[in-house]
C-alpha cells in the first residue's frame, strides 16, 4: 500500500483554489474548537437565504440569547462563526458550494493535525495497492503514518453520503487487509448523525467497518483513538 | 414567557416541516429519502413533545422558531430544501433548549 498525489486535471486546479482560500481555514479554524451548536449555527447560515446577522441571532437564542450559555469566549466565537459563515452565505451559490465541501475537508485535516501532527496529514491523495487498479477520485484527507494509516472522505451532508463513497473507503480497506496493512477509513459528514443513518440506511454498499463522524463527533478526530 | 408552550412551537414547526418535505419531495429519486428523514425527525420532535410539551416557551425561542419557519418559507428550489430537511429540526430542537 502506498499513496500518491492525485492528477492534477483542470478541475483540481480550480478547486485547490478554492481550498487555499483564506475564508476556508479561518472558519475550519472556528469551527475546530466549536460546540455542536455552533456548528449547527455555520450549517444553517452557510445553507441560509438571509445574510443579515440579526435574524440569526434571534434564531439561535442558545448562543445569542438571554439565556446564552457559556461566557464572553464561547459567545465571541459564536458571533466569529456567525461573521465567518454569512461571508460564505454571500458568494454565488456555486462557489459557496466548493467552499462548504472544502471547509469540511480543511476542519477534518485541522483536528487529525493536532492528534498526529501537520505533517502526517496529507489531502488529495490515491492509495495504491499492488495488482488492483487506482481509483480516479482521490481521498479528501489522509493520515499517512507506517502501521496507523487513515484514509477520510468529506461531506457537507448527509445527502453526500452515496454507494460510490463507501464502496471506495470499504475497498481501500480491503485492499489494505489483503496487504496485512491496517487502514482506517472513514466518512465525515458536516451534519447531524440522525440525518446520516436515515441515509446510510438507504445504501446497499458495505459500511460497517467505516467510522461515520458527524456534527456531533468531529471533535473526536483530535483525541487519541481508542 | 410567551403564552405559548413547547408543544404549540412544535406543532408550529411540524406544520412548516410538512411545506418543506413536499418541496423536497419533487426530487423523485430522492422521494424515498426524503419521506423517512421528515420521519426521523418528526419522531424527535414527538419524543420532546412527550417530555416537555407542556412546559411554557420562552419569547426568545418563539421568536426564534417564527424566524425559522421564514427562513424555509425563502427556499423555492427543491434541492436546498433537502439540505434544510435535515438543518431546520437541529434548529427548532437548540431554539427550545434540547438537543438534536
Given amino acids: 500500500m502506498r499513496f500518491q498525489d492525485a492528477a492534477r486535471d483542470a478541475r483540481a486546479v480550480v478547486y485547490s483554489g478554492i481550498q487555499a482560500d483564506p475564508q476556508v481555514a479561518r472558519s475550519a479554524a472556528l469551527l475546530a474548537d466549536a460546540t455542536p451548536a455552533q456548528r449547527v449555527l455555520a450549517r444553517a447560515v452557510m445553507n441560509g437565504e438571509t445574510t443579515e446577522p440579526g435574524p440569526w441571532r434571534a434564531m439561535f ?3 445569542f440569547g438571554s439565556s446564552a450559555s457559556g461566557g464572553d469566549a464561547e459567545r465571541a466565537r459564536s458571533g466569529a462563526i456567525l461573521e465567518a459563515s454569512l461571508a460564505v452565505a454571500e458568494r454565488g451559490e456555486q462557489v459557496r458550494s466548493q467552499v462548504r465541501g472544502a471547509l469540511v475537508e480543511e476542519l477534518a485535516a485541522q483536528l487529525l493535525a493536532r492528534r498526529v501532527g501537520a505533517g502526517a496529514v496529507r489531502r488529495e491523495r490515491r492509495v495504491l495497492f499492488d495488482g488492483v487498479r487506482a481509483e480516479i477520485h482521490p481521498y479528501d484527507v489522509t493520515v499517512e503514518q507506517d502501521g496507523a494509516a487513515e484514509v477520510y472522505d468529506c461531506k457537507w451532508g448527509a445527502r453526500g453520503i452515496n454507494g460510490d463513497v463507501l464502496h471506495q473507503l470499504d475497498d481501500a480497506r480491503t485492499h489494505a487487509a489483503d496487504e496485512d496493512e491496517r487502514l482506517a477509513v472513514a466518512l465525515v459528514v ?9 441515509r446510510l440506511a438507504h445504501q446497499t454498499a458495505p459500511f460497517e467497518r467505516t467510522a461515520i463522524v458527524t456534527l456531533e463527533t468531529l471533535t473526536e478526530l483530535a483525541e487519541p483513538r481508542r | 414567557m410567551s403564552a405559548e408552550s413547547i408543544r404549540d412551537l412544535i406543532d408550529r414547526a ?3 416541516y410538512g411545506v ?9 429519486d430522492e422521494w424515498s429519502y426524503v419521506t423517512d428523514l421528515a420521519d426521523a425527525w418528526r419522531t424527535r420532535f414527538d419524543d420532546v413533545v412527550a417530555g416537555r410539551g407542556g412546559v411554557e416557551a420562552s419569547d426568545e425561542a418563539s421568536g426564534a422558531i ?11 428550489d427543491p434541492h436546498r430544501a433537502i439540505d434544510w430537511l435535515s438543518t431546520f429540526p437541529q434548529l427548532i430542537l437548540l431554539a427550545i433548549g434540547e438537543r438534536p
Fill in chain 1, 190 to 198: 458536516f451534519d447531524a448523525r440522525r440525518s446520516c443513518d436515515v
Fill in chain 2, 66 to 76: 417564527d424566524l425559522a419557519i421564514d427562513e424555509i418559507g425563502r427556499i423555492g
Fill in chain 1, 61 to 63: 437564542p442558545s448562543l
Fill in chain 2, 20 to 28: 418543506l418535505e413536499e418541496l423536497g419531495q419533487e426530487i423523485e
Fill in chain 2, 14 to 16: 411540524s406544520d412548516a
